[in-house]
């Protein structure tokens, strides 16, 4: 089964819902970035994210240096964001704190 790409209202919902994310420009996925006290610090939210994301079967995009983590989410089945989007990024942000 194919993986429905969300419409604008859905997206405007879903915003609304996670106000730390944001639209990438093209409008095909949310981002969001991470500070963390040390490079250690920002790894270990790395690895909680894996292991969640993996259990999903669903896999952020992703950049690190020292302690920034800056986390891209698209469905590129869907060809931009999904439901599996909006919610990888509420269960990140319930332990991201």
């Given amino acids: 089964m194919a993986i429905a790409r969300l ?11 996670m106000p730390q994310w944001a639209l990438r420009e093209d409008g095909a996925a949310v981002v969001r970035t991470f500070r963390f006290g040390d490079f250690a610090e920002a790894f270990g939210f790395m690895t909680r994210v894996a292991i969640l994301a993996e259990k999903a079967d669903h896999h952020p995009e992703w950049f690190n240096v020292y302690n920034r983590v800056e986390i891209t989410l698209t469905t ?3 060809g931009g964001l999904s439901a599996r989007d909006v919610a990888l990024a509420a ?6 704190g």
């Fill in 7 to 17: 419409t604008p209202a859905e997206i405007d919902t879903a915003l609304a819902a």
């Fill in 76 to 78: 590129h089945d869907a």
């Fill in 91 to 96: 269960a990140i942000d319930g332990f991201a």
